[in-house]
């Protein structure tokens, strides 16, 4: 592993050189750091590179000038210097010795002597690797913590202590969670048991850093063991309570299925079900899509268990939590919408709908009927393979009819057959609320009629104006 990190590094010899020349000519040393030596290991390096030195930042500033294409000092009050060169983006960090109040997140940054003082106060031993750069472009090896053994074994450890590191700062724990999505790694007990202790920690962390790293983890290729993992140690508490809150015990007579479990099933299936790029909207509605169900328990005569509603509850559930993580309102609507709507498939049974219904659900979902599809396909968690054979057929069903009346009807523009203008010359009336209700009715009637003649939608229009109370 650690050659074919050499080998990915030494394509990169013309940054690397340029760069660590530089340095080594003003009497300073340069090193790659972090989860840029751990992804180059890896062999999933990406355009980001980061960088520790010696060099104070304003040195920093002085060896990068002329070489880099363009470099900014925002970080500087954390010994950050950033640059870009040819497409790569470029942070340079002065060693880091620094101490923490253990009341916020922020450090007081305190400048370090050493490569080994910056390594050790970094999150992991799998971020806590360094890559000497020198100006001949050698590169050494530098793993003080033993990180390259952790990488080798798919585990995540604490330089030091994980009570101390999560104390220093509690978004750690959170990245736990995170790089097991991410990279498949699972947290030595150690740290499992910090995280399940110090879960009130991050109460400290804002609300847009939890819900970053939430993100990450959510868009990660192993999402459901990462959301697991926040479950297990009781972060998910502090986060998404929502979601262990599905864990309701199974009744005695096995009515209904673990509901947690069956969302984490729902998950996976949604991620396989993804066309390109992870989907995050659609992630987030396959988790939070049965979270109304707690709410709307009711045991039933018999011994029967029901969730009426559910898909209602969820939604307004939905909304509160991803408003109090502060998403955009267009993310919070469309995962929303996407929960509300989950249900809405279950109606058609064996082709029952009239188009007029087929009409109604495209045009709900509008935009998201894509992954409104994806999410109703991946809900199908039922271990009777005819009844999972018949679910999947009738999707398909649905899915030609759709097409079928998209085709003849253009679904995705679905207006109704006179514009404002033509309800005011038609009915004789000026702007105003009459004339938003008759578009609300010429709409109802396009979905429910299809495409009318326009003689027809006039006639129908004059008759609802003549009657309407």
């Not at 062999?43 to 960088?51: I, P, Q, S, Y």
């Amino acid at each position: 592993m650690l050659a074919g990190a050499t080998a990915t590094l030494r394509s990169l010899s013309e940054i690397l050189t340029g760069l660590g020349g530089r340095f080594s000519e003003n009497g300073h040393r340069l090193y790659l750091v972090g989860g840029s030596v751990r992804d180059a290991v890896l062999g999933r390096l990406g355009t980001d590179l980061d960088f520790t030195t010696d060099a104070r930042p304003e040195q920093v500033q002085q060896i990068m000038a002329g070489w880099a294409e363009a470099q900014w000092d925002t970080g500087i009050a954390f010994g950050t210097i950033s640059a870009v060169r040819e497409g790569w983006q470029i942070e340079v960090t002065t060693f880091r010795a620094d101490k923490y109040d253990r009341v916020s997140r922020n450090p007081a940054v305190t400048y370090g002597e050493s490569l080994e003082d910056d390594l050790v106060r970094r999150d992991f031993t799998v971020n806590a690797m360094a890559m000497r750069v020198d100006g001949d472009g050698t590169l050494g090896f530098v793993d003080p913590l033993g990180g390259l053994d952790d990488l080798m074994a798919g585990v995540l450890d604490t330089p030091a202590s994980p009570e101390d590191s999560f104390d220093d700062d509690p978004l750690r724990m959170l990245r736990a969670a995170r790089f097991l999505s991410q990279l498949g790694f699972t947290p030595k007990p150690r740290v499992v048991a910090a995280m399940t202790a110090m879960g009130g920690q991050l109460e400290r962390i804002t609300v847009e850093r939890i819900r970053a790293e939430l993100d990450k983890l959510i868009l990660g290729e192993h999402a459901v063991e990462g959301v697991d993992l926040l479950c297990r140690t009781g972060l998910a508490g502090y986060v998404i309570p929502e979601v262990p809150a599905m864990q309701l015990e199974i009744d005695e007579h096995h009515q209904h299925k673990d509901v947690y479990r069956h969302s984490l099933t729902v998950l996976q299936q949604a991620m396989d079900l993804e066309d390109g790029d992870p989907d995050l909207v659609l992630r987030l509605a396959a988790l939070f899509h049965d979270i109304g169900k707690p709410a709307t328990k009711r045991n039933e005569p018999g011994g029967a268990v029901s969730f009426h509603h559910h898909e209602v509850v969820g939604a307004k559930m939905t909304r509160k939590r991803m408003r109090a993580l502060k998403y955009s309102k267009k993310m919070i609507e469309d995962v929303s919408t996407l929960v509300f709507l989950h249900l809405r498939f279950h109606g058609y049974g064996s082709g029952e709908w009239t188009d007029s219904a087929v009409r109604r659900y495209v045009t709900d979902a509008g935009a998201l009927l894509p992954r409104l599809n994806r999410l109703v396909r991946a809900d199908c968690t039922t271990r009777n393979k005819r009844r999972a054979a018949r679910l999947q057929a009738t999707y398909d069903d649905l899915e030609r009819r759709i097409a079928a009346i998209a085709a003849a009807e253009d679904l995705a523009r679905v207006r109704p057959d006179l514009d404002g203008n033509a309800i005011m010359e038609l009915l004789g009336i000026g702007p105003g609320r009459e004339v938003g209700e008759a578009w609300r009715f010429l709409k109802e009637l396009r979905l429910e009629r299809g495409p009318l003649p326009r003689d027809e939608a006039e006639r129908a229009l004059l008759d609802w104006w003549a009657h309407r109370s």
